[in-house]
């Protein structure tokens, strides 16, 4: 187990049923943007093909390690591993049946281009799975906005004060939020709230 696993550790004891749930349903061939070290490849109960991107030579050599030792059974049958941005997706048009982003897309650069990739890759059925932290409200909102560069720094370019979900609406998204509206621990405090659920394609001509 390298660092960046043995810190998630006791937070994936929250997250790890709730990776479960999001992803398991998951059929056909998925992108995850942001793969890490592979948290998420043991949740695809049903995927086909798993392409995994990552733009950080250590995850992606920590992550290509693990899926070479045999023991690391428990992953999709074909699992890719490429260095990509999610601001610039080296893939066709409508290629995917689903993108997954769980805690990425804080760090992204730009957030307005990763999702308009996410949505160009993705076929008119396809499916935005995610996890993720958006800024909150009120004096909280406020205090996350003055946070923010400090936290850049500080966290490997998080940005706790990312409209998110806005942002998902905005470019074309249909956001269905489930029930996982929680404050997972350990976290930085500036980080919350949390909200996973999916997002679908809104076509031309809705509302």
């Known amino acids: 187990m390298n660092n960046y696993d043995r810190l998630a550790a006791q937070a994936e004891r929250k997250l790890g049923p709730i990776r479960a749930d999001l992803l398991g ?22 995927a086909a093909e798993v392409i995994g991107i990552d733009p950080s030579d250590v995850m992606r050599t920590t992550l290509t ?9 428990d992953r999709p049958p074909s699992v890719q591993v490429a260095d990509a941005r999610g601001e610039q997706l080296p893939f066709p048009d409508e290629s995917f049946d689903a993108v997954v982003c769980t805690l990425v897309l804080c760090v992204v650069d730009d957030l307005d281009r990763t999702l308009t990739e996410i949505r160009r890759v993705l076929k008119p059925a396809g499916r935005l799975v995610f996890f993720e932290h958006v800024r909150n409200e009120g004096v909280v909102g406020v205090a996350q906005d003055l946070l923010t560069p400090l936290m850049r720094r ?18 074309g998204f249909d956001v269905l ?6 404050r997972p621990w350990p976290r930085p405090p500036a980080n919350s709230p949390y909200f996973g659920g999916v997002a679908t394609l809104r076509h031309r001509g809705e509302a």
Request: net charge positive.
């Open 177 to 182: 939020i489930s029930h996982y509206q929680l």
């Open 65 to 73: 390690a693990k899926l070479e030792d045999p023991s690391f059974a």
């Open 154 to 171: 500080a966290l490997f370019g998080c940005r706790p004060n990312r409209r998110t979900l806005e942002r998902m609406r905005a470019l």
């Open 25 to 46: 349903g998951l059929t056909g061939r998925v992108l995850e943007v942001g793969v890490g070290t592979g948290v998420n490849l043991p949740h695809y109960r049903n």
